[in-house]
């Protein structure tokens, strides 16, 4: 909790600085205009990755074009582990700072988020905090994550359907790991699943750290007398928890426990921003937060 709040700490008081130092440069001068896109994921640290990472900046650049486009990541751990290896990457915090060093006078920022929970209660939080500081944009909007009206549920049942294994056979199960939480929008992934199973029951949405967790997966597919499954991450990126707790040698990994109940499970390692049909439906939630701009 210590550390927590030292880094919340840290945090607002670079936010500060960067603002001061913005306010002082640009003392009685009216900014002009000038529009910016955030796109804010969790992050990863494994370089293929960056494959997810390429796919929304590609999308972004192509859907705006002439629009500045900036990253932010969401997890600390993420950021110190990279900035050990020499990659600076800024929080939300720092970036809308340095946005709004920069002249920046209206940005977009988009949740690459899968559901509305804790993650992305805190990026709203953060976008709050600027409202009314000196020299911060004037105006910033927040695009929703993957999920959160029904009718981005309709569209993300029908992307996941569309984006299941090709050579899937007969009787073989679709799993696939969310990370999940305690909040309340943990009920999506479950919710999901279920108007999916409405079109093809062989298809099961698990989490790390929410319900449905594997237990339960792993009961539901013995009802089916399933033999094999495809295991694929409900994740924007295909990182640690896809390669680790789900696709790991590791004992306790999915794979693993799957295998061991006497299923085969055949891994695949892509993140749901690699594909375009997910990768469509952030996008039509940034460009909701590019005409609040206007």
Same mark, same amino acid.
């Given at each position: 909790?210590? @550390?927590? %709040?030292?880094?919340?700490?840290?945090?607002?008081?670079?936010?500060?600085?960067?603002?001061?130092? !913005?306010? !002082?440069?640009?003392?009685?001068?009216?900014?002009?205009?000038?529009?910016? =896109?955030?796109?804010? &994921?969790?992050?990863?640290?494994? #370089?293929? $990755?960056?494959?997810?990472?390429?796919?929304?900046?590609?999308?972004?650049?192509?859907?705006?074009?002439? &629009? +500045?486009?900036?990253?932010?990541?969401?997890?600390?751990?993420?950021?110190?582990?990279?900035?050990?290896?020499?990659?600076?990457?800024? %929080?939300?915090?720092?970036?809308?700072?340095?946005?709004?060093?920069?002249?920046?006078?209206? &940005?977009? &920022?988009q949740s690459f988020h899968t559901i509305p929970g804790k993650e992305f209660h805190d990026l709203l939080s953060v976008v709050r905090g600027f409202h009314g500081m000196p020299d911060a944009p004037q105006k910033i909007t927040v695009g929703a994550p993957l999920l959160n009206t029904q009718e981005d549920m309709? @569209?993300?049942?029908? $992307?996941?359907?569309?984006?299941?294994?090709?050579?899937?056979? +007969?009787?073989?199960?679709?799993?696939?790991?969310?990370?999940?939480?305690?909040? #309340?929008?943990?009920?999506?992934? #479950?919710?999901?699943?279920?108007?999916?199973?409405?079109?093809?029951?062989?298809?099961?949405?698990?989490?790390?750290?929410?319900?449905?967790? #594997?237990?339960?997966?792993?009961?539901?597919?013995?009802?089916?007398?399933?033999?094999? =499954?495809?295991?694929? /991450?409900?994740? %924007?990126?295909?990182?640690?928890?896809?390669?680790?707790?789900?696709?790991?040698?590791?004992?306790?990994?999915?794979? %693993?426990?799957?295998?061991?109940?006497?299923?085969?499970?055949? /891994?695949?390692? @892509?993140?749901?921003?690699?594909? /375009?049909?997910?990768?469509? =439906?952030?996008?039509?939630?940034?460009?909701?937060?590019?005409?609040?701009?206007?």
């Amino acid at each position: 909790m210590q @550390k927590k %709040s030292l880094a919340v700490f840290l945090s607002l008081a670079f936010l500060f600085i960067a603002l001061a130092g !913005a306010q !002082a440069s640009g003392h009685g001068k009216e900014k002009p205009p000038k529009k910016g =896109i955030l796109l804010v &994921v969790f992050g990863s640290t494994h #370089p293929e $990755a960056q494959a997810a990472f390429n796919a929304i900046a590609q999308k972004t650049a192509a859907l705006f074009p002439g &629009v +500045p486009v900036r990253f932010a990541y969401t997890s600390h751990i993420i950021r110190e582990k990279l900035a050990k290896e020499g990659k600076a990457l800024e %929080s939300p915090a720092q970036a809308l700072a340095n946005m709004a060093n920069d002249g920046f006078t209206h &940005v977009a &920022v988009q949740s690459f988020h899968t559901i509305p929970g804790k993650e992305f209660h805190d990026l709203l939080s953060v976008v709050r905090g600027f409202h009314g500081m000196p020299d911060a944009p004037q105006k910033i909007t927040v695009g929703a994550p993957l999920l959160n009206t029904q009718e981005d549920m309709d @569209k993300a049942a029908k $992307a996941l359907l569309a984006t299941l294994p090709k050579t899937r056979k +007969p009787g073989e199960a679709v799993v696939l790991m969310g990370h999940g939480t305690p909040h #309340p929008a943990n009920a999506m992934y #479950p919710a999901l699943m279920w108007q999916t199973q409405q079109t093809d029951s062989g298809v099961f949405i698990g989490t790390v750290e929410g319900y449905p967790g #594997p237990d339960e997966i792993l009961a539901a597919l013995k009802k089916q007398d399933v033999k094999k =499954i495809w295991l694929m /991450p409900f994740m %924007s990126v295909a990182g640690d928890h896809a390669k680790n707790d789900m696709a790991g040698d590791e004992e306790d990994s999915w794979k %693993s426990r799957f295998t061991k109940a006497g299923l085969s499970c055949e /891994p695949v390692l @892509k993140g749901t921003a690699e594909y /375009p049909e997910f990768l469509d =439906i952030w996008m039509a939630h940034l460009a909701s937060a590019v005409k609040e701009l206007e």
